[in-house]
């Protein structure tokens, strides 16, 4: 008797548009390009997408993690998903067809549907941890979405780096007041700015790391803090003003903002006492690594007695926030090493150099399993410490693939570079 003739079914890969706040995480991470956006939404290409999921766990809020069983003929287009504002439901009669198709439906020995997609395994193109430490808190995540977003109140908004500069870095208290927000140090939180794109659709949010830590940048009280660079040229050098930047290093005391999250459950800190941390930053990529240090601190006299490196980078002093701050801890406290880049007179000086001149410190803290390394900041930085990192393992007898590997499965080091 003859069966059903089949159908080519594709397993499409799709991006909510309700959650993702267009961080680029998605489409820098894509090994094939199959991901690419617009003004308005990131989108996956499914006559490109081999669905390898390398872009899923870096992911912050799980938006990317997202499918749809489709005729593979009626697969949506880019266009259709540019202009999405939520995603489509899963066609019941598609589903009804994929159970129709699967060995044994009718009570006959069939072959499976050709084109019934299985994700393939992750690419090596996720080069951190996937989980998070062990030992971390259970961190809250999308309590707060598109359609239903909290707002907190301007506290504080004060300039962290020089005025002569033009790094104009901010740093910005916003509290919650009676409104639950719970937060870990590693997570962020997106800011819904406020006005229309110049096709009449609201602002997507914005992503900031936290800078405060779990009891809040004022102790007991329900607030965080955020570390904000105003924009004002593009990649390219263009003069241009970054929507929810200008918005947030301009507020004052008293201004509503609007908030959705918090976002992120792998870039977090230990709560092992013993547990020793190795931070790597530039710029505002400092906000988790100030919000952890800060944490360790207020923990100091309660038990807490692993070792803190931070390697810091910045163009010039003047530009590098929080830098009064870091001169006053303890110097038992934390190893801190601030590089320039762009001093007057000085030669270019980056994390990764500064790092191989403490190689044999590092490689002491590489070879503790006690020790989680955490890395912020520009995209560009992240080969330079890969790299740096590698040859002071080798070079002090450790083998660098075996132990990068290692860090990722146990949650031991964490990139998040943009």
Not at 2 to 8: K, Y
Not at 78 to 92: G, K, R
Not at 142 to 155: D, E, Q, R
Not at 313 to 337: C, H, V, W
Request: net charge negative; proline share 7%.
């Amino acid at each position: 008797m003859n069966g059903p003739v089949p159908v080519e079914i594709l397993r499409q890969h799709l991006i909510d548009p309700e959650i993702c706040i267009r961080c680029n995480t998605c489409e820098e991470t894509c090994p094939i390009d199959a991901i690419t956006h617009d003004g308005a939404n990131y989108v996956v290409n499914a006559d490109v997408c081999n669905r390898c999921m390398a872009c899923v766990p870096p992911c912050p809020t799980g938006a990317i993690d997202n499918w749809r069983n489709v005729l593979k003929a009626d697969a949506y287009s880019i266009d259709e998903q540019y202009a999405w504002d939520e995603l489509p439901a899963q066609n019941s009669s598609v589903g009804a067809l994929v159970e129709a198709q699967a060995p044994g439906a009718t009570g006959e020995a069939q072959a499976p549907p050709a084109a019934v997609d299985a994700p393939v395994a992750a690419s090596d193109m996720v080069r951190g941890s996937t989980v998070p430490p062990w030992s971390a808190a259970r961190p809250y995540v999308h309590l707060y979405t598109h359609k239903a977003p909290t707002t907190a109140i301007v506290v504080g908004n004060y300039r962290l780096t020089d005025d002569a500069t033009e790094s104009d870095i901010h740093h910005i208290v916003l509290d919650f007041g009676a409104m639950p927000f719970p937060v870990l140090e590693g997570q962020s939180i997106g800011i819904l700015p406020p006005g229309l794109t110049a096709d009449g659709r609201a602002h997507h949010a914005r992503q900031y790391s936290i800078a405060s830590p779990r009891d809040g940048e004022r102790p007991g009280y329900n607030n965080v803090s955020l570390t904000v660079k105003r924009i004002t040229c593009d990649h390219g050098g263009n003069a241009t003003e970054g929507v929810c930047s200008n918005y947030l290093c301009d507020l004052k005391k008293g201004d509503v903002v609007t908030v959705i999250g918090p976002f992120g459950n792998t870039f977090l800190m230990p709560n092992h006492p013993g547990s020793h941390l190795l931070m790597i930053c530039t710029g505002t990529g400092s906000a988790p690594m100030r919000a952890m240090t800060e944490y360790r601190r207020r923990r100091r006299l309660k038990g807490a007695t692993g070792k803190l490196m931070l390697f810091f980078g910045a163009r010039t002093q003047q530009e590098l926030p929080y830098f009064g701050s870091l001169m006053n801890l303890p110097k038992d406290f934390i190893d801190i090493n601030l590089v320039f880049s762009r001093t007057p007179g000085q030669r270019k000086r980056y994390v990764q150099d500064a790092m191989r001149e403490r190689a044999v410190d590092v490689a002491h803290l590489l070879d503790d399993t006690s020790t989680h390394i955490y890395v912020c900041g520009l995209k560009g930085m992240e080969e330079g410490v890969l790299q740096a990192l590698r040859e002071i393992a080798e070079t002090h007898g450790m083998d660098w693939e075996a132990l990068w590997d290692r860090l990722k499965r146990e949650g031991r080091l964490h990139l998040e570079t943009y």
